[in-house]
Structures are given as C-alpha cells and as structure tokens.
C-alpha cells in the first residue's frame, strides 16, 4: 500500500514508519520541517493547516494515518494549550479537505485521537462505549480542556463528507516502546534514580499498549473494512502508577511523592501533571470482540521484553 502519515516524525510516528517500511509499503511523511527520516521514507513538507501541493500525496493514496499535532509534553499554559487545540483541529481539517478533493480518495483514513477523552476513574474501565470526561469534580480545569482538544479533534474528522473513505479514531494509550525519547525511557530515568515510587499514593491508573501491539492493532485497522469509528489502542491490562513503576524499578526501591513534589518534579521536567495523575483506566473492547489477540496483555511481561530490547539483548 501507499500510506501517507501527517505528523509522521515523532515517537510513535517513528514505529509506524519502521513497520510499514520493513512490511514493504510505501510510505510518505508529511511534516512541517525538512527532517531526515530512515531509508525508503519519503518526506513531504505540509504546514498542518491548508491544503497545499501535499495534496497529491493523498489522492491515489491507499491509507492516511494523521498523527499531526503539538506534543503534549509540555507545560500546560495558555498558549500551549491553544497550540495542542489548533494543531489537531487545524489538521485534521485539512486532512479531510483533502481526501473530499481527491480524484482517488484513499481507502481508509486511520485518525490520532487519545485515551485521555475519557473520565478520569479508579473505578469500572472504559471501552469505547465508556463516560467521555469533562466538568468533573476535584479534578483541575484544564483536565477538561484536555477533554475538549479530544472531542473537537474526533469532531473534525466526522466533519470530512468522504464516503469513499473508512475512518477510524485511534484512541491511543501511552505508547511504549524502547525508544529514546518515549514514555518508557523517562519512566526509567526516574526508576534509576530512585523516583519511581508512588505518586499521590499511586491509586491513578496507567493505560498503555506495547509498540509491537500498537503496530499489530493498526495494520488490523488498515486492512478490515467492516471497522470504523472510535476504536480504543490499549492493552487489556491497565494497572495503577504504583505497580506500573515497580514492575520497572525491580528491586530498587522508589520515593514515594506527593501531589506537590509531583507539581515540582513536572516543572523541572517541563511536563504536567496531568500526565501523571489523571486515572486513564481504559481497556480495547472492540479490538478483543473483534478476536485481537494481544502478544503482551500485561504489563511485567511487556516492560521485561521493553527492557530487554532496549539494552540489544
């Protein structure tokens, strides 16, 4: 297939490129600067907000998988905030402006969305059909901004007139892969340091997929044509920080923090906290009744083969 992926340069843009490439697709990446990427990858500059020359890419296209938009490893201010919103909206808008024009619209448009639309819980997880978060009690208020970028990001693809083209929003959980750069890797910078205890008691649940699931998960999605709409990229298996980390640290012990040296040690790492204590308890119901069978559904087995990798074993 030819697939062209906006947003195709960061860390989980980086699997897929890997994957596809090495299954032997043709791949093209759109992003707003000239980056190098690994042999056999085509770059595309786009500036993620109008249709332009880019658009040739898309027409004659098998798939589109838009993974545009502003990390959210930042600190969550206005501007950034705004940036994150605008980013996915403007996008994806463009996206589908470009599919509607085409001559040969792709078969399948695969759209980034995020576990993170979900209320935050410790209680029943929630699959697809699962409670959309929003104004919530004694969470912070930009939680439900972070809600709001979600919707009005899925709200734009929907937006798309393309019944020539399947659409599907990948609700993602963290990604995890041995990258340099990714979750794992600064989930085991604090392990090594001793920081990897509990946070705020550690009771907020962690949802993530394994990188070799996540690529799985999506080739399903590239090649059945009977799923669309929201579909939830997650493994069966979320489980709380605390257990989360100290299936990381082994026999290392963690410093507990509390929810303000969790404020202090987002600054430093100009992050938010958010990420680390809002409850994502999400599970992949379409993927399981769909007959998705997951190579790493919990968590100590993942992290080992994570590991492992990244150390070349």
């Given at each position: 297939m030819k697939i062209v992926i906006p947003g195709g340069t960061g860390q989980v843009g980086g699997i897929l490129r890997r994957a596809l490439t090495q299954a032997g697709h043709e791949v093209v990446v759109l992003s707003r600067n000239a980056t190098p990427l690994e042999s056999g990858v085509r770059h595309v500059v786009w500036d993620g907000r109008n249709v332009g020359d880019w658009a040739v890419e898309v027409d004659g296209a098998d798939a589109v998988i838009n993974l545009a938009g502003r990390t959210v490893s930042c600190r969550y201010t206005d501007e950034h905030l705004a940036e994150m919103m605008d980013s996915r909206v403007y996008s994806t808008l463009a996206v589908g402006q470009a599919i509607e024009r085409?001559?040969?619209?792709?078969?399948?448009?695969?759209?980034?969305?995020?576990?993170?639309?979900?209320?935050?819980?410790h209680g029943a997880a929630n699959g697809e059909d699962g409670v959309i978060g929003g104004d919530e009690p004694d969470v912070p208020d930009y939680w439900a901004f972070s809600v709001e970028i979600a919707q009005r990001w899925e709200a734009a693809q929907l937006m798309a007139d393309t019944p020539?083209?399947?659409?599907?929003?990948?609700?993602?959980?963290?990604?995890?892969?041995?990258?340099r750069g990714g979750v794992l890797d600064v989930l085991l910078w604090m392990a090594r340091l001793g920081l990897g205890g509990p946070v705020a008691g550690g009771r907020q649940y962690v949802s993530w997929i394994h990188d070799r699931d996540f690529v799985r998960a999506v080739e399903t999605l590239l090649e059945r044509d009977d799923l669309h709409g929201p579909v939830n990229l997650a493994s069966p298996g979320?489980?709380?920080?605390?257990?989360?980390?100290?299936?990381?640290?082994?026999?290392?012990?963690?410093?507990?923090?509390?929810?303000w040296m969790a404020e202090i040690g987002a600054f430093v790492l100009r992050t938010d906290t958010e990420l680390l204590l809002k409850s994502r308890r999400v599970v992949p119901t379409r993927l399981l009744a769909e007959g998705f069978a997951f190579e790493f559904p919990a968590w100590p087995e993942a992290a080992e083969d994570l590991v492992r990798r990244r150390l070349g074993r």
């Open positions: 085409a001559a040969r619209p792709p078969r399948v448009w695969l759209q980034a969305s995020t576990a993170t639309i979900y209320a935050h819980t020539a083209t399947r659409k599907v929003a990948l609700r993602s959980a963290m990604v995890m892969s041995p990258d979320p489980l709380p920080q605390r257990d989360l980390m100290k299936a990381l640290r082994g026999r290392r012990p963690g410093l507990p923090a509390t929810r």
